[in-house]
């Protein structure tokens, strides 16, 4: 007879239950998160014109839209990192291994000081290279470089932040990590207009203030996290010993955690290859790419959050032998991220010109920024399935799976098809084509390999 070796509630509640009681508090989280993220670009769009430029608010936009995909890519690392941390460390809480527990924390967070240590080197001797790769212009060559440098330099609180997050979340304490998201982006929101623009006796930063806002921010989940972790995380034992690399250890959480990595990588990878294209058609379009692609992650976070809630899920109840609760979880996982997907398609598509309006964005900018979001929000549903599905590859230990997903949506077809459009008359109407597209492919791949797993792994448990 089989029996449970743990009483956490991922291996015991009900799965419609779990997924809303864990996803619920990542997915309020994450939207938060793209709300902090959508206030910078708010904020320095309203930046004051001065006599020698001309729209300050678009260049410093547009700055921020370039330096957009080295952001991503830290949270790549981060989050990629804290993925496999997730995944494994859910596992051996369900062969109810403290030992393993334990190693896989403490290698998770020398991991992140060492990425940390990567992107401080890039903001000292990379980003004027990075920058000059995708625009001439002087004036968002120095914005750009004055955000990115202070993003780069203090990203410590981004790093280890994704590191604890993960922690909390592996052992359904999402509630925790939650909290520390949340006051977090109160913090940014609270100091983006006090540092930008020189708020209660302070100085006018300008850009900077937006990039210290940012730091200052994930300074504050980091901290926060770190508390509820060593505080209230009792399932993981902690200690100096087990900060330290093993490599059989680092080997079993990149195997899950590479493909995320890259898999959020792709997204960067991505973003910087449409910057590229996008500025051949022209400047504006770039500009209204980078708030859409801010507006978007409202959508894509909330996704992202319910996935955060699927793979330790679905990995628990896999590391426990379950069948029957894994596929509920990947029942319930897709389903529930469908929902979100389809709420926030009629919201778009209804409110997209109120929305983007009050960027004060110029008339041709702000024009295709309502097309790209009412073209593009057409392809969410097979975004959201796709999403879903990554979480489940991921707790299945199919990271190949997850990785192809990805290659597909972001950047095998996108680019090649942005690029061809571009090269159109009427390419500023059919270049946001190139997204919807993409996922649709991806969606089709996604299905084939669930089903190979389904056969694979999940039918012989």
């Known amino acids: 007879m089989k029996q449970k070796v743990t009483m956490n509630k991922m291996g015991t509640e009900p ?3 779990i997924m809303l009681s864990m996803g619920i508090p990542m997915i309020l989280s994450m939207v938060l998160q793209a709300c902090y993220n959508i206030v910078d670009s708010l904020f320095v769009a309203r930046m004051h014109d001065t006599s020698e430029v001309i729209h300050m608010g678009e260049y410093a936009v547009n700055a921020l839209t370039l330096a957009f995909p080295v952001q991503m890519l830290v949270v790549a690392f981060g989050i990629g990192t804290g993925v496999g941390v997730n995944a494994l460390l859910a596992k051996y809480l369900g062969q109810n291994d403290k030992d393993k527990v334990a190693r896989v924390a403490g290698n998770g967070v020398f991991l992140s000081l060492i990425i940390y240590a990567c992107f401080l080197l890039f903001g000292i001797f990379g980003i004027k290279i990075y920058l000059r790769s995708q625009t001439a212009d002087p004036v968002i060559l120095d914005m750009g470089t004055r955000y ?13 932040f994704a590191i604890y997050e993960k922690l909390l979340q592996s052992t359904g304490k999402t509630v925790y990590s939650t909290i520390a998201q949340i006051a977090g982006a109160v913090t940014n929101i609270v100091l983006d207009p006090i540092l930008i623009f020189g708020y209660l006796g302070l100085p006018e930063m300008g850009i900077e203030g937006a990039a210290y ?13 770190m508390i509820f972790h060593y505080g209230k995380n009792k399932e993981v034992r902690s200690g100096w010993k087990y900060l330290r690399l093993e490599g059989r250890m680092v080997k079993e959480i990149y195997i899950v955690g590479l493909p995320a990595i890259i898999m959020q990588a792709l997204m960067s990878f991505m973003t910087y290859g449409v910057n590229i294209i996008f500025g051949m058609v022209s400047a504006s379009a770039v500009t209204a790419y980078g708030i859409f692609y801010k507006i978007q992650q409202f959508l894509f976070f909330a996704a992202f959050g319910l996935r955060d809630a699927i793979t ?9 032998g379950d069948k029957k609760r894994v596929k509920q979880g990947i029942k319930y996982g897709i389903l529930y991220t469908e ?16 929305f983007i309006g009050i960027f004060g964005l110029t008339e ?7 097309l790209a979001t009412r073209i593009i929000a057409g392809g969410f549903l097979f975004a959201g399935a796709n999403i879903a599905l990554q979480g489940v590859f991921q707790a299945l230990r199919c990271g190949g799976s997850s990785l192809i997903t990805s290659l597909l949506r972001l950047c095998v077809v996108v680019l090649p098809l942005a690029w061809l459009f571009s090269t159109f008359e009427n390419a500023s109407f059919l270049i946001w084509f190139a997204f ?26």
């Open 15 to 17: 799965i419609q239950r």
């Open 148 to 160: 990115l440098r202070i993003c780069t330099c203090l990203s410590f609180g981004m790093v280890l």
């Open 213 to 225: 806002a940012t730091v200052i921010g994930q300074v504050v989940s980091m901290a926060l996290a």
């Open 312 to 320: 330790p899920i679905v990995s628990f109840n896999y590391g426990m």
């Open 339 to 354: 929902i979100i997907m389809a709420a926030g398609i009629v919201f778009l598509e209804i409110f997209a010109e109120p």
């Open 364 to 370: 041709e900018t702000s024009h295709l920024c309502v």
């Open 436 to 461: 919807p597209v993409a996922e649709a492919v991806a969606f089709a791949a996604a299905l084939i390999l669930m089903a190979k797993a389904n056969q694979n792994i999940v039918d012989k448990m």
